[in-house]
C-alpha cells in the first residue's frame, strides 16, 4: 500500500519536474534552439498545428533559426504566427526559408527572464510539495483505517519526504542551471 502511495507521488512528482523543463524551453536565452519555436501553432488548412508539423525549423548559426516550409504557401501564415507569439521575435523570408534571427538580450530582459523563470521554478516546488501533502493524507487515511500501523506510517512519510526533497533539488539545480544560461553574454 505504501509502496503504491510512494511510487504515484514519485511519478507525480516526476510529471513537475518535466513540466518545469517545457517551461524553461519557453524562455529564450539569446542563443538559437528550435524548441523556441515548440509552443507556436500555424493555421494550416484550417486547423493550428505546431509549427514542427508544417516546417523543419533548425539551427543557421548561433543568432538564427532557419525554417524550411514543406509548402510554399505556408510561409506567410508560418511568419504571422512567430510575430503573434510572445517571444518577441521578427521573422524575414527570402522565398521559401524563413529565417528568424535573436535579438541580443538587454540587461533588462535578462531579468525579466530570470524572474520569469524563478516563477515556473516556484510552481514547481509547490506543486511537488502539494503532491507530498496528498501522499501523506493517504497514509494518514491508511493509519486511521488500521490498514499500516504507526511504524508503517512514519517510515512512508519518510519516504515522501526524501522523494519530496530529491524532487525540489531537481528542480532547484534546473533552475540554477536557466539563471546561468540566461546571464551568459
Known sequence: ???????????????SVESLVEQFKKIRTGRAHPSLLDSITVSYYGSDVPIQQVANVSVEDARTLTIIPWERQVVSDIEKAIM????GLNPSSAGDVIRVPMPPLTEETRKGYIRQARTEAENARVAI????????????????EKEISEDDSRRGEDQV???TDKYVAEADSLLALKEKDLMEI
Open 161 to 163: 519526504q526524501k522523494l
Open 84 to 87: 503573434k507569439s510572445d517571444l
Open 129 to 144: 510539495r502539494n503532491i507530498r501533502r496528498d501522499a501523506n493524507g493517504d497514509i494518514k487515511d491508511l493509519l486511521k
Open 1 to 15: 500500500m505504501i509502496n503504491e502511495i510512494t511510487s504515484d507521488a514519485e511519478s507525480r512528482m516526476q510529471k
